[in-house]
């Protein structure tokens, strides 16, 4: 509307000033004149700013169906019918979407691993149609659809209510000692009804190692559960799972959640702290997991009294004292002579950490100086982290990290390391367990700091595998992500063998530099024999997050807050107003030489 009113002034002025200049008698003369030379320029300029020749016409909606695996979640079918008939009769014109959005026509049986809603928005907003969603509203990303274009709408076909118990997390060391007990966290969720009674195993290879009961569980919380378990035998990789049995459940596949775990004769880490606090419980989990190093912990509960982690099973202090003298990696915390000097009766790297006794002071970390440990550091936020404690006196042949105060240039070294002999590496900071309770980037630096220390002091185990999976839990749809191990190549290739399967594939593994990670396509679930150069591991891929119980998160009805989309007719997709503007001035033209006007 407003280009026609813009073109009307604009045109008419161009009229007036054509024919100001007449006599009062000519005046009245020339009023045909001045339409038709008013009519010229309005279409002229009209066509010029391509004005709308019409009202705004709606253009059809889009069918989206989704096409994840949470329709048949509980194995029936009924409802992913309803949803592909639903999906015909709101319009011809269909897209699928799940972990993609794509045209094609519904299939037999879905099999999306993932409900996202960004790629289905993107691509409504570049076609500029509205969409007919259809959906059991279990979005991984609800909000995207408020971008969606207006006019857009829900049709949401939510499951029924039933019994449905999942497990949706696995807390286990990566590798234990055989032998010594450990502790796995599982964390189990409701469905839609309660549940009464349920038992939970756990299970190594083909031993159940532990068991126990799970009392009720209110309709869609979760609970987090601590099992101890140990496993014997040989030196092997193995799947370690925790299984629930329920029942009435409806849905087997979400009922088991594994993890590769490898068993080792003997702990690669010994850690002996004389003041057990967070940031020695913190580490424990870094060895196990991120390291992959089977690990042994002591703590000294009172003077003479040790227990060990764990089991928290009474050990003598000479006992203590001949696993840290005979480990591979040796870390002390807090008193750190206790048992003399540390580098006489230990053999193996050391570690060692005291905690800093100025408690008053904050400190916060600042720079990673040139050490083998920066290149990891690389890009790590430091003024995002907490403020630690910080011990003065740190030396070293190396500085990896360094503390200031606040609005001070005061600096105090917190971390230094030194290779005389052996690798050696000294921190006098207290509180770098917050970097990992905070999360986020501040977990991501805890864990990248203590996995490059890790790295450097381990550089000579006896582990030559070239790759080894990174994440410890995978789900089908999840991309594989790869840790490079001890070898230097940033080309790594791995065979990958599904269990029960004779054919195997290769993978091309790119690695771009010190504690990179290299990425691989997702696998369907199952549990995978992986062999690299040095050696071979096991991965274990999961069920679909799609058949976890969750809650719709998305409501039926109009959604989408883009601007509004239609088919408005322009001016010049009509050819007659062409002829309409050369008729207005060869009329102008006619009349004004039968005027007598040039």
Known sequence: MLAWLLSLLIAAALAWWSYRGSAAGERRRALP???????????????????????????????????????????????????????????????????????????????DVATRALPLAERALAVGRPLVLVTDGEL???????????????????????????????????????????????????????????????????????????????????????????????????????????EGDVERRNDTLATAVQVAPAAGAVLASTSPDFDARFLIPVLRGAISLPTRAYYRVAQGAWRQDGSLAAVSEQSVRAALAEAPLAILHGDTALFG?????????????????????????????????????????????????????????????????????????????????????????????????????????????????FDWLTAERPDPRA???????????????????????????????????????????????????????PLDAGTYETRVSGGTSLLVVNATRELLPRRANVKAGAVGGAAPFGDQPRLRDYHWIYLLLLGALCAEWLLRRNMGLR
């Open 33 to 111: 004149l001045a339409a038709l030379r008013a009519l010229a320029w309005l279409i002229m300029l009209a066509l010029l700013l391509d004005a709308p020749a019409g009202p705004r016409r709606a253009v059809p909606a889009i069918a989206a169906l989704d096409a994840s695996a949470s329709w048949l979640r509980g194995g029936d079918s009924a409802l992913w019918r309803r949803a592909v008939s639903t999906a015909r009769l709101a319009s011809s014109d269909l897209l699928l979407w799940g972990d993609s959005a794509r045209s094609g026509s519904a299939p037999v049986v879905p099999r």
């Open 140 to 246: 991984d990303d609800p909000t995207a659809l408020s971008s969606l274009p207006a006019g857009s709408r829900v049709e949401l076909l939510a499951h029924a209510p039933a019994i449905d118990v999942a497990l949706i997390g696995l807390e286990a060391p990566r590798a234990v000692v055989a032998g010594d007990t450990f502790d796995v966290r599982v964390t189990v969720r409701a469905g839609d009804l309660a549940l009464g009674r349920a038992t939970l195993a756990l299970e190594a290879g083909s031993d159940v190692v532990a068991t126990m009961p799970v009392d009720s569980l209110t309709a869609g919380l979760e609970r987090t559960l601590t099992m101890r378990a140990k496993i014997d035998g040989a030196v092997r990789s193995l799947s370690l799972a925790a299984v629930i049995t329920a």
């Open 341 to 453: 000097a540390p580098r006489a009766f230990t053999k193996g790297s050391l570690l060692l950490y005291s905690p800093s006794a100025d408690t008053l002071g904050e400190w916060y970390p600042v720079a990673a100086p040139a050490s083998p440990i920066t290149s990891v550091l690389t890009g790590v936020p430091w003024d995002s982290l907490a403020p630690l404690s910080v011990s003065p006196g740190v030396r070293g042949d190396w500085t990896g990290l360094v503390a200031a105060p606040a609005r001070s240039s005061d600096r105090r070294v917190a971390i230094a390391g030194s290779e005389s002999g052996r690798r050696v590496v000294t921190v006098g900071a207290s509180g770098l367990w917050r970097w990992a309770f905070r999360g986020g980037v501040s977990g991501d630096a805890y864990a990248t700091l203590w996995g490059g220390i």
């Open 467 to 521: 790759a080894l999976p990174a994440d410890a839990i995978v789900r089908a749809g999840d991309r594989i992500r790869w840790r490079r191990g001890t070898g230097s190549d940033t080309l790594v290739r791995v065979e990958l063998r599904r269990r029960g399967e004779a054919r195997s594939d290769t993978l091309a593994l790119h690695f771009g530099g010190p504690g990179a990670l290299a990425e691989s396509a």
